[in-house]
C-alpha cells in the first residue's frame, strides 16, 4: 500500500467539481487501500479523493468502534449521493486533512441516509446517524469543490483569514511533509 500525497488548501483540485466513478475495477481497490492508509497514517476518520489529487465522486471513512484503540469501521463509497436528510440539525467540531490545524463549529443534519456504490459496483443504502453521518456529509462535500471553512459564519471565516491565506502560501509549495 502506497502513502498518497494529501493536497492542501488552495490547490484548485480541492475546488473542482468532481467526475462519476465509471471503472470498478483492480485500479478502484488499490486506490481505496491507499486512501485508508493515507487516512489512518495521518490520523484522520475520513478521506475524498480530491484530497489527494483524484478527481472522483470517491471517499474512505474510518471511525473508531469503541471497542479499543485501533478497531474502525472502514467504508469506501463511489458516487454517494444524500437520499434523505433530517430536519433536525446538529453542530460538530469539524477538521479536515486538506486544511491542517483548523478546527470550526459546523451545522449540519444530525441524521443522512446515503446510496453509494462498493468497490464491486454495487448498489449500497446506508442509514447513518452521530460522527458516521457528519463524516460522510464533510466528505461529500470535498466532492464538490466545497470545504468546511465554506459553511461557517462570515465573521469566523474573517477571523481565518490570516491563517488561511498563509495554508494557502505554504501548500502552494512542492515540498509538503507528506509528499
Ligand atoms: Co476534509
Known sequence: MARLKIHLYGD???REPAEDVTEFDKALE???ADMVQTMFDADGIGLAAPQVGLSKRFLVIGIPTGEDAK???VLAMANPEIVDES???EIYEEGCLSIPGITEEVERPADVTVRY???KGEEVTLEAHGVMARVIQHEMDHLDGVLFVDRISPLKKTLLRGRLKRLQEEGAEPTSKRA
Open 87 to 89: 430536519d433536525e440539525l
Open 71 to 73: 478497531t474502525r469501521k
Open 117 to 119: 456504490q462498493n468497490l
Open 30 to 32: 488499490t486506490l481505496a
Open 12 to 14: 484548485p483540485v480541492l
